[in-house]
């Protein structure tokens, strides 16, 4: 999922083609964290908000200029309604979180083109 549309934005937003080896760019990366914590406490002391973060650690190298190659991470974090389960929200907050991080990365790479 996220891999696909990190491919997607840099295909559409782009005139550069995804190549196995010698490329001008090369992003590779994990996800280093993924976790929740409570937000937000209401007046009787119980949970309101929960707050779903995700972590991705990315180096990037530009063969072209190598000034430009870097190794950082970018995040993203929701937050839901603790009356909500994870597994309810989970998948529309983590489609929205690596949207987040995915424009995070694009930018960070190839906005001063």
Not at 22 to 50: M, P
Not at 71 to 94: D, G, I, M, N, P
Request: aromatic share 8%.
């Amino acid at each position: 999922m996220f891999n696909n549309q990190l491919k997607d934005m840099f295909a559409s937003h782009t005139k550069l083609s995804q190549v196995r080896n010698n490329g001008d760019l090369k992003i590779e990366g994990e996800i280093t964290q993924y976790s929740q914590r409570n937000k937000s406490v209401s007046a009787s002391g119980q949970s309101a908000q929960t707050e779903l973060s995700i972590t991705v650690n990315v180096r990037f190298t530009n063969n072209v200029n190598h000034s430009e190659d870097f190794e950082r991470q970018f995040s993203s974090s929701k937050s839901y309604e603790t009356t909500q389960s994870l597994a309810t929200v989970q998948e529309e907050l983590v489609t929205q979180m690596i949207k987040d991080i995915t424009e995070q990365i694009f930018n960070a790479t190839v906005a001063n083109w």
